[in-house]
């Protein structure tokens, strides 16, 4: 009778020593998920960031003053920083790539499970989401603007004149959308493990 006690005990400590392996190894697979999301979040980001930060470009352009004079080149730059749209596109990047960094590091150095640390992370992760898409929004609209103009209040499209700075713009913002695609994806993750939790409760 108690070797046949002994032998379940010994099977129940076996089911729940495995169970536990399972656990610990389901936190590597999620937190290394994470690790990847935020990198790929920060990597996007930061490139955004830079790739913007340093587009200009300067264009001699001829300009008419009366039909009867000749034309006079007159040299003209685009630079992102002229366009108030553009300065908030490479400042929500810019916080977004900072924050990214700064929550990686805290993936690194936090032992154990602190859930005030978690919910905070969720929140900063919802606001970045916020963040970048309002940027990339913002950014967008003017962008459009210099590829196709508006007839309605006679502003002439301008990317035909600055390409390379239209195209580098383009870019940025590409990058910058997948970006907020990886902050999205960090808010989901976390919230299906916070239901995963609840509903184990």
Known sequence: MESQNKVSMGGMDGLESREKEMKTANQRTAKSHELLARLLAFVLTFVATILFGLNKQTKV???QLTPTL????VPVSAKWHYLSAFVYFVASNAIACSYAALSILL???SKGENKILAKMIIFLDTLMVALVFSGNGAATAIALMGYKGNSHVQWKEVCSVFGKFCDRGAVAIGLSQLGALA?????????????KRSSKY
Do not use: A, C, E
Not at 70 to 73: A, K, L
Not at 183 to 195: A, C, Q, W
């Open 61 to 63: 352009v001829p300009f």
């Open 70 to 73: 000749p034309p006079i080149n």
């Open 107 to 109: 993936l690194f150095t």
């Open 183 to 195: 902050f999205l994806l960090l808010v989901l993750m976390s919230s299906l493990s916070s239901n």
